[in-house]
C-alpha cells in the first residue's frame, strides 16, 4: 500500500513574526482559512481519487499549534473522526519550533496526531536573528527532545542559503539536526521572492543568494549526511508552483532539485571507485548501479556522463540489484581485459 498525505494548508493569518524569506501580505488576511467542512472534503476527493492508499491527513502551513487554539481544535476534532473509523492512519502537522510545549502535545496527541514537523530553518542563532525567525537554536531543540518524549515521529525542517549563513553554517545545521535524531528530514534551498525582506536585502546587495550549482553541491552533501545517519529525507527542493514563478526574483530553483543532488552523489561515487581503484583515463569502465539508481549516474541531460568522458573515461552502465540505491562498483579498462 502506498502512502499518501491529504493535504489541509492552514495559513497563519496575522502572523506576529517577520522571516525575512516570507511574503507576509500574501498570507496575512488574504488566504483562505480551511473549516471543518474543507477537511470533509479534502478527506472524501483523496478517497474517491486514489485506491489502495494508506493516507495521513497533513496539516501544512508551517505553524499549525500557533494559531487560535479553538480553531485549531475544531481542525483536529474533524480530522480524528477519520483515524477513529480508521479511514486514516493519523494525522500530521508542520509549525514552529517555539509553539511546542508539553500543553499543546497533549491536546495533540488526544486527537491522533503522529507525526510533528518542525521548522528549524537553521541552528544557528546568528542566522536565524539575521533572518528575523523569531526563535532560536535552543528552541528547536527543547521542541524536538519533548516531542520525542511524548512519542510522537519528529520531522526538521531546514533552509540551506538564508541571509548571513554559508556553507559551513548550513553544514553545522545539518550537523545539529542529525545530533536531535528526527525521523525525517525537509532540505529546502532558499529562493527569494517578492515583498519580502530578502527581496530588499537582495535589491541593495546585501544578500546574494546561493547560485543553482553551489546549491546541488551543497545540497548533495547534506543529502549524504542524513543518509549514512539513517534519516530520511522526505523532501529536497520547493514544489513548483507558478506563484513561485512569478514572485522569484533570482533564478536558482530547480523543478528538479533533488534529481541533481542525487546524479552529483553518483558523480563523486564514480570519480571515488576510480581513484581509489587505480583506474587511468582513456579506459573503458563498467559501472554497476542499482536498475533505479541509472538515471542518477547517467544525469540530466547526460550530464554526468559528458562530465566522466572530458574526464577522459567511457562508461558502460551495468544494471545491479544488488547494489544499495547510492551504491556504485566500477570495474576498470574493460577493453583492456578482454
Ligand atoms: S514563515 Fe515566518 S513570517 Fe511567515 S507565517 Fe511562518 S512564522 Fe510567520
Known amino acids: 500500500m502506498k502512502h499518501g498525505n491529504i493535504s489541509v494548508f492552514v495559513p497563519h493569518n496575522g502572523c506576529p513574526h517577520q522571516c525575512s524569506f516570507c511574503d507576509q501580505r500574501s498570507i496575512t488576511g488574504v488566504r483562505y482559512q480551511p473549516s471543518e467542512k474543507d477537511v470533509d472534503e479534502a478527506v472524501e476527493k483523496a478517497l474517491g481519487s486514489a485506491k489502495n492508499y494508506d493516507f495521513e491527513i497533513a496539516f501544512f502551513g508551517g505553524s499549525f499549534t500557533a494559531i487560535d487554539r479553538s480553531y485549531m481544535e475544531r481542525l483536529l476534532r474533524a480530522a480524528y473522526k477519520y483515524v477513529e473509523n480508521n479511514t486514516v492512519r493519523g494525522i500530521r502537522l508542520s509549525t514552529r519550533p517555539d509553539a511546542i510545549d508539553s500543553d499543546v502535545l497533549e491536546t495533540l496527541k488526544k486527537y491522533g496526531v503522529t507525526s510533528i514537523e518542525l521548522g528549524a ?144 552523489i553518483m558523480l563523486d561515487e564514480f570519480l571515488r571507485c576510480v581513484d581509489t581503484g587505480g583506474i587511468k583515463k582513456g579506459s573503458t569502465a563498467e559501472v554497476f548501479v542499482n536498475p533505479r539508481s541509472v538515471s542518477k549516474v547517467v544525469g540530466q541531460n547526460r550530464e554526468n556522463i559528458k562530465k566522466i568522458n572530458e574526464l577522459g573515461f567511457d562508461v558502460r552502465i551495468r544494471q545491479d540489484k544488488s547494489k544499495a540505491p547510492y551504491e556504485i562498483g566500477v570495474l576498470g579498462d574493460v577493453n583492456a581485459e578482454k
Open 121 to 264: 530553518q537553521s541552528m544557528s542563532d546568528e542566522v536565524l536573528e539575521a533572518n528575523r525567525r523569531g526563535h532560536t537554536a535552543g528552541d528547536v531543540k527543547n521542541a524536538s527532545v519533548l516531542i520525542k518524549s511524548f512519542g510522537f515521529s519528529l520531522g526538521l525542517q531546514m533552509m540551506t542559503g538564508l541571509y548571513g549563513s554559508d556553507f559551513e553554517k548550513d553544514v553545522f545545521t545539518a550537523k545539529e539536526i542529525i545530533k536531535l535524531k528526527p525521523d525525517t528530514v525537509r532540505i529546502y534551498p532558499t529562493v527569494t521572492i517578492e515583498n519580502t525582506r530578502l527581496a530588499q536585502l537582495y535589491r541593495s546587495g546585501e544578500y546574494k543568494p546561493c547560485g543553482l550549482n553551489e546549491s546541488v553541491n551543497l545540497c548533495a552533501l547534506l543529502l549524504k549526511m542524513f543518509l549514512e545517519n539513517n534519516i530520511e529525507v522526505i523532501r529536497l527542493g520547493l514544489h513548483y508552483s507558478e506563484e513561485l514563478e512569478r514572485q522569484m526574483l533570482f533564478n536558482n530553483y530547480h523543478p528538479a532539485f533533488r534529481e541533481l543532488c542525487e546524479s552529483k
